[in-house]
T-cell receptor, first 113, second 109 residues
């Protein structure tokens, strides 16, 4: 079955460490997105990519980095420069030029300890 | 600045009740409005609305859009405990969705 896989589901990080969240899709979607979700808030866009080897900053890109070396994969690195990284991170994908076809992964809950 | 506002932010009702969730928006360009249900982790798609006045329906859930007044409502009739979730509204101005904060709905048995 096609879908998006995020790993790990839970992640603990010490302050000052970089950590990478994995997102893999087998839906043949060109567009992929990373969102952050905090309690009581909607989804905020971190980065998105519409084609391999190209990506764009979203509304809250500071302290994050991404790569898109393969169509299927869009990993997110949370760097030590991110001041408040504890949050729920969601990855999504879609066909470029559509919005209703967003498919989401199950998310990664990152906690800084 | 484009924004999407949902109300109420949380709602507690008893099983069997009917609920109405609201979503208002201000965007410079409008393509569509979408509703998602988020039970634990991954949001799942419910409806996409593009035209005013046309109700979308799926079982006990229905939604309608008013493009003149810039809002949408999501109705759930005969609620069940399985309807407990966060309901997210998003607007698409240019294929990059703008999300509301969500309405947390709790259905008590």
């Amino acid at each position: 079955d096609g879908g998006i896989t995020q790993s790990p589901k839970y992640l603990f990080r010490k302050e000052g460490q970089n950590v990478t969240l994995s997102c893999e899709q087998n839906l043949n979607h060109d567009a992929m997105y990373w969102y952050r979700q905090d309690p009581g808030q909607g989804l905020r866009l971190i980065y998105y990519s519409q084609i391999v080897n190209d990506f764009q900053k979203g509304d809250i890109a500071e302290g994050y980095s991404v790569s898109r070396e393969k169509k299927e994969s869009f990993p997110l690195t949370v760097t030590s420069a991110q001041k408040n990284p504890t949050a729920f991170y969601l990855c999504a994908s879609s066909i470029v030029g559509t919005s209703y076809g967003y498919t989401f992964g199950s998310g990664t809950r990152l906690t800084v300890v | 600045e484009d924004k999407v506002v949902q109300s109420p932010l949380s709602l507690v009702v008893h099983e069997g009740d009917t609920v109405t969730l609201n979503c208002s928006y201000e965007v410079t360009n409008f393509r569509s409005l979408l509703w998602y249900k988020q039970e634990k982790k991954a949001p799942t798609f419910l409806f996409m609305l593009t035209s005013s006045g046309i109700e979308k329906k799926s079982g006990r859930l229905s939604s309608i859009l008013d493009k003149k007044e810039l809002f949408s409502i999501l109705n759930i009739t005969a609620t069940q405990t399985g309807d407990s979730a966060v309901y997210l509204c998003a607007v698409d101005p240019n294929y990059q969705l703008i999300w509301g904060a969500g309405t947390k709905l709790i259905i008590k048995p």
